[in-house]
């Protein structure tokens, strides 16, 4: 416990059962090891090498990930809260079902990751870039969203209450049966996006038509472009 690992590989190293409790190890790399039942309560990782590892064994509660690579790596069903992911690689990530309440998220490159009704209830996703996210059944009650580029993002019945869009960029996203009652989403760009039984601020009611006449419009344009490369 406690120990100070900084920069020390570990890859393909076999840390079954090991208890690393508040363990620094940061830009350490654990690609390919063995997590088995491992205890990583309070461990610092940031900028390690964590890609492909799959962290449902281990007792992980609130950690430092900052700057870390974590693509493809797997956190379903994790215990999260308060969690760093600050300037994280964590494309095509799962994080389905996930407790990430208050998490940060500041900058992480989230693209192709699922978090699918996970909770990411007052998280900060500030800036985040995360074409194609899956977001879908997800908590995101007085999330923070501000400058989030989520185009093509999956929000189907999410539930958004209050959720700060501020400058956020949710073209040609699917929010259909998803909430976004008290919403902040005045500046928010959201041409293309599909809606159905979508609940949208009273002060976006005229959304819904325009929506509706850019989902034609696109709809004609694809139309038009394979019939001239036909």
């Known amino acids: 416990d406690r120990a100070q690992c900084e920069g020390t590989s570990f890859s393909h190293a076999d840390l079954e059962g090991a ?14 090891a063995s997590l088995l039942h491992a205890v990583m309560e309070g461990c610092v990782l940031s900028g390690a090498q964590l890609s492909d590892l799959d962290f449902r064994s281990p007792t992980l509660g609130r950690m430092s990930f900052a700057g870390a690579d974590l693509r493809r790596s797997v956190f379903a069903k994790c215990e999260l809260r308060g969690s760093d ?24 490159k989230i693209g192709g990751a699922s978090f699918r009704h996970a909770s990411l209830k007052q998280a900060d996703l500030s800036e985040v870039n995360g074409a194609s996210v899956d977001l879908s059944g ?14 093509g993002a999956d929000l189907r ?25 008290k919403a902040a989403m005045d500046t928010t760009r959201i ?38 490369e036909a």
């Open 85 to 108: 992911f600050r300037d994280t690689h964590l494309e095509d990530a799962d994080f389905k079902s996930a407790n990430l309440e208050g998490a940060n998220f500041q900058r992480a």
């Open 157 to 181: 019945v999410a539930d958004a209450v209050g959720i700060d869009l501020d400058r956020a960029d949710i073209r040609w996203a699917d929010l259909r049966n998803a909430d976004f009652t």
């Open 191 to 228: 041409w293309g996006a599909r809606i159905g039984n979508t609940v949208l601020p009273p002060n976006m009611s005229h959304w819904k038509l325009i929506l509706g006449v850019s989902r034609v419009v696109g709809f004609v344009t694809r139309r038009t472009s394979k019939f001239k």
């Open 19 to 32: 208890s690393l409790v508040k363990t620094n190890l940061e830009r350490a790399d654990l690609r390919q």
């Open 138 to 151: 997800t908590n995101l009650i007085l999330t923070k969203a501000r400058r989030a580029k989520l185009i």
